[in-house]
């Protein structure tokens, strides 16, 4: 979903475009043709507050969701690794992070 985003990247962390909604994204990537899935970045996209939300709008626009990326690359606590990361704590959590998303793609 990002590609509908705003696509900030380091040189510009503001993004190059206009700020989007969820939905917004979702009625951009419907008119892709042969489009049929979308991926997004859990607590950038779906979190467990907007879940119902994110489904609904999915079926609005007859999009599956194919993938759900945890986010354990921009979040500071993850600075040095996550899965990797030498704290027993710090690769818990990330494995908590992810089981997390992953239910919310089941539900």
């Known amino acids: 979903m990002a590609t509908f985003g705003n696509q900030s990247d380091r040189f510009c962390t503001s993004g190059y475009k206009k700020d989007k909604s969820i939905e917004e994204m979702f009625a951009d990537a ?19 507050k907007n879940v119902g939300l994110i489904k609904e709008i999915k079926d609005k626009y007859n999009l599956k969701i194919v993938s759900i990326i945890p986010d354990t690359f921009t979040q500071a606590k993850y600075g040095k690794g996550s899965f990797s990361s030498n704290d027993p704590k710090i690769r818990k959590r990330a494995m908590e992070d992810v089981k997390n998303i992953w239910i919310l793609h089941l539900n």
């Open 30 to 48: 419907s008119k892709v043709e042969d489009l049929s899935g979308v991926e997004l970045v859990g607590t950038w996209h779906i979190n467990e």
